[in-house]
């Protein structure tokens, strides 16, 4: 379970793991290429929603622990053995809760923090959640347990 004090910790470094994140994915080709690159947007997002008033406690819990399964080196998938593919545990977390928020909220709470194109947010919670879920939701659980939500 991820503690509250260190997700506070790495959520001071999100712009310096915003930069981190931007330099890692922007020349990346291979596997999951399309989802991979819009990482530092899907972070941004995450990011920016914690500025949302309109969320729930619970909800901000479950961002605050997602944005944490981002930062920790130490996850399913590392990036230090897998490289540039391993963010795709990452993202894929990301994905299913920005999808539980927009069940929640619906899809303009979230545009109104995103920063890129809406049909690329609706893509990415589509037809690129429903391709990595396929091939991922194995590892659900585990990392849902992991961040203690669920």
């Known amino acids: 379970m991820v503690d509250e004090k260190e997700i506070k ?9 915003l ?4 330099d890692n994915t922007k020349n990346y080709q291979g596997k ?5 690159v819009n990482a530092p947007a899907i972070y941004k997002l995450l990011c920016n929603l914690l500025d949302s008033k309109n969320l729930y406690k619970e909800d901000r819990h479950k961002i605050s622990s997602t944005i944490a399964y981002f930062i920790l080196p130490k996850d399913i998938f590392p990036e ?3 490289g540039v593919e391993g963010y795709i545990d ?3 977390l990301c994905l299913y809760i920005l999808n539980e928020l927009k069940k ?20 990415l919670l ?8 396929k091939e991922l939701n194995y590892i659900l659980k585990d990392m849902l347990e992991y961040v203690g939500i669920h």
């Open 32 to 36: 999951y290429e399309q989802i991979i």
């Open 104 to 123: 929640e909220y619906g899809i303009k709470e979230l545009l109104g923090y995103w920063e890129e194109s809406p049909d690329l947010l609706r893509k």
């Open 19 to 22: 930069h981190i994140l931007i």
């Open 80 to 82: 230090e053995i897998y």
């Open 9 to 17: 910790k790495q959520l001071k470094n999100k712009t310096e793991f």
């Open 90 to 92: 990452d993202i894929y």
């Open 126 to 133: 589509g037809d690129d959640y429903q391709e990595l879920d």
